[in-house]
């Protein structure tokens, strides 16, 4: 059962060469493409939460997936604690996700300018004009939103909690 879940959200995991054609599609039809990027390791309420928030801000969520060797760079040699395709097929998994794109750099913009959503989301603390892609994607029409987080959520406190620190 475990390996047809997975290989049924493998479905939804793409590189930059196979999405390229899926999102011209997209466009195509009119669907409104929003796009959200993250680490998404230790999956808790807050990251749920905030994906359905930004799955409804259009018709297409498509999730960049920062790369295991990118969150090492980014968070340390100790992180992730779930290696990159496991996170990958969790969140492809989610009914509401339409694709999960992993990237290698410590940043999505190379990815933001390929996708162009019509609508960018980061959480809430971030400054929109502060947001990687921000301007790319102003400059094409899009939107940049910002989503409140669930107080009390992160990975980071998980990980905290579950050491005994």
Avoid: C
């Avoid at 969150?71 to 340390?76: A, N």
């Avoid at 694709?99 to 990815?111: G, K």
């Avoid at 921000?134 to 990980?159: M, P, W, Y």
Wanted: charged fraction near 25%; aromatic fraction near 6%.
């Amino acid at each position: 059962m475990i390996d047809t879940l997975e290989k049924l959200a493998q479905q939804k995991v793409y590189n930059d060469q196979n999405i390229s054609q899926l999102i011209a599609k997209w466009k195509k039809d009119g669907e409104k493409i929003v796009f959200t990027n993250g680490v998404f390791d230790l999956l808790h309420i807050g990251h749920l939460s905030y994906l359905l928030k930004a799955a409804s801000l259009g018709t297409r969520l498509i999730i960049g997936l920062n790369a295991d060797s990118s969150v090492k760079r980014l968070k340390g040699e100790t992180r992730p604690i779930n290696p990159e395709n496991s996170r990958a097929s969790i969140l492809a998994a989610m009914f509401f996700v339409d694709a999960v794109i992993i990237f290698e750099e410590d940043t999505p913009l190379r990815l933001i300018k390929e996708v162009l959503p019509d609508v960018l989301v980061k959480g809430a603390d971030y400054q929109i004009e502060n947001i990687v892609g921000a301007k790319e994607v102003q400059e094409n029409g899009g939107e940049v939103q910002t989503i409140e987080f669930v107080d009390g959520h992160s990975s980071t406190k998980l990980i905290q909690k579950i050491s005994g620190k």
